[in-house]
Nanobody, 126 residues
Framework: QLQLVESGGGLVQPGGSLRLSCAASGFTLDDYAIGWFRQAPGKEREGVSCISIRSSYYPESVKGRFTISRDNAKKTVDLQMNNLKPEDTAVYYC?????????????????????WGQGTQVTVSS
């Protein structure tokens, strides 16, 4: 059974850092592109980063502050978040999409992943 489990969320002050981790089980991580998404109260879910075989993507809102990395051997995909802002407050989700079924690009938009984790809360507040 394919499963994604996020961890690392919490409360941090503005300007601080958090490292989120997505642990994959039940499938071969090498075969999947992974995306990180977030959803704030009252807002639509949005992509904040994704990683395929050789490339990664960041929207302008997080570029230069967030870094995604994957370790296929450990079956984890991490999201390092620096210089956090109050507007980064949201539930963060990781999500997977098969390279075989959808090609080599990574999922940038919420309608693109096939599988989702349960999410981890990130709160940026003083």
């Amino acid at each position: 059974q394919l499963q994604l489990v996020e961890s690392g969320g919490g409360l941090v002050q503005p300007g601080g850092s958090l490292r989120l981790s997505c642990a994959a089980s039940g499938f071969t991580l090498d075969d999947y592109a992974i995306g990180w998404f977030r959803q704030a109260p009252g807002k639509e879910r949005e992509g904040v980063s994704c990683i395929s075989i050789r490339s990664s993507y960041y929207p302008e809102s997080v570029k230069g502050r967030f870094t995604i990395s994957r370790d296929n051997a450990k079956k984890t995909v991490d999201l390092q978040m620096n210089n956090l802002k109050p507007e980064d407050t949201a539930v963060y989700y990781c999500a997977a999409r098969s390279f075989v079924r959808h090609g080599s690009s990574c999922p940038k938009y919420p309608n693109e992943p096939e599988y989702w984790g349960q999410g981890t809360q990130v709160t940026v507040s003083s």
